[in-house]
């Protein structure tokens, strides 16, 4: 007779695992921030010269499922608004960042106040610099993990177990600086996170947060402008490479959109930069969004092509973008980003609808 398992158990179980490879991985200092597949849905958390870069103001919500084959191991949240500010040529924003590994065995969660200011340079190209200021927490609970070494072989409770016998909280604050270039047609951008120093370790060994720098950019295909009888239509190349410590990740797709659907195809991965006999190939990005009048929602899922692919059934991901228009406003021409934008009319108006969204 096969004796059952307790499902609570296994759930413990694995939530000890994980905290065993977040330990390793602190103690290398070679962990990684959280990574969105839709970036441009929560655009202050990729930069923050992003902040502002809709006329008016804007609210936005992402919700990541990762490897939900493996017990909902990691579920991300990103909340974030943000305005421009006409007279000053300013963007301000705040944003809410959560990320839960393990069910509650690893929480990293951060309140961050970000601001922008854009210069223009030439004739419809526009210069922003960003700056975010944040006050992060990372806390390890280890008092209800179950640990391989409290395992004996039939799955029960080893005599004196329960290695996790404590909690550990980590507060500090920290700093990330970018900068970005746009017009029309083009951006380009790079963002430096993680500037403050501070130890995390949860040992005798110091152990710092590494600096993440990420450069990113695009190009926007505008082949169909909206009339009485054409949808606006486009097609977008975009990219956001990624390096943090030994880490390094790229972003590479397209953007398909023709009012109001929007279809996304990325590919993660970096096969020219395997090491250690391993192919870096990380997976698809299926994307698919709709624009319901101020309000933008899209649905994503990571399709694995690495060896987990068995396992950890991907990744889902849910955004929700809503804009607070103000209609048509007489006012000085300013660049849109050239993401999907519904309702944008081509530069040097200047009565443009005060909308401007990301993909």
């Known amino acids: 007779m ?31 921030d959280v990574s969105f597949s839709q970036m441009y849905a929560t655009p202050l958390y990729l930069s923050p010269s992003f902040t502002g870069l809709s006329d008016g103001t804007r609210a936005s ?26 007279d000053y040529n300013s963007g301000v924003g705040i944003m809410l960042l959560r990320d839960d590994s393990g ?33 992060r927490e990372r806390n390890l609970d280890l008092i209800n993990a ?37 017009s029309s047609n083009f951006w380009l951008g790079a963002a430096v996170h993680n500037l403050v120093k501070s130890d995390i370790s949860t040992t ?9 720098t990420s450069l990113y950019g695009g190009y926007k295909f505008h082949y169909n402008q909206r009339s009485r009888r054409n949808n606006d239509q486009s097609l977008t190349l975009a990219f956001n490479y990624r390096m943090q410590q030994n880490f390094n990740q790229l972003d590479i797709g397209t953007y398909w959109y023709i009012n109001p659907i929007e279809l996304g195809l990325w590919y993660r991965g970096l096969p020219f930069a395997s090491s250690g006999g391993l ?48 209609g048509f406003k007489k006012r000085s021409s300013r660049g849109a980003i050239p993401c999907s934008a519904p309702g944008i009319g081509g530069s040097g108006s200047k009565y443009r609808r005060r909308t401007r969204s990301f993909f």
């Open 279 to 326: 192919v870096n190939h990380d997976g698809l990005i299926f994307i698919m969004g709709i624009n319901v009048g101020p309000a933008r929602i899209a649905y994503s899922y990571d399709w694995t092509l690495s060896e987990l692919s068995g396992y950890s059934n991907g990744a889902n991901e849910l955004s929700l973008i809503f804009r607070f228009n103000k």
């Open 204 to 212: 005798d060994l110091e152990t710092h947060h590494p600096i993440k």
């Open 146 to 182: 179950i640990f391989p070494s409290d395992q004996d072989a039939n799955g029960g409770s080893t005599p004196g177990g329960s290695s996790g016998n404590g909690e550990y909280n980590h507060k500090q604050f920290d700093a990330a600086a970018s900068a970005m270039i746009y």
């Open 2 to 32: 096969i004796k059952s398992v307790n499902t609570n158990r296994i759930y413990k179980f694995i939530k000890g695992c994980l905290v065993v490879v977040a330990c390793l991985l602190a103690g290398k200092a070679a962990a990684q």
């Open 61 to 86: 919500m992402t919700y990541r499922d990762q490897w939900p084959g493996l017990s909902r191991a990691f579920r991300s949240y990103a909340i974030s608004a943000d305005h421009f500010f006409d």
């Open 103 to 135: 069910q509650g065995a690893i929480v990293q969660q951060s309140i961050s106040a970000l601001y922008a200011y854009e210069i223009e340079v030439a004739r419809d190209i526009f210069v922003r610099p960003g700056i975010e200021f944040a006050y």
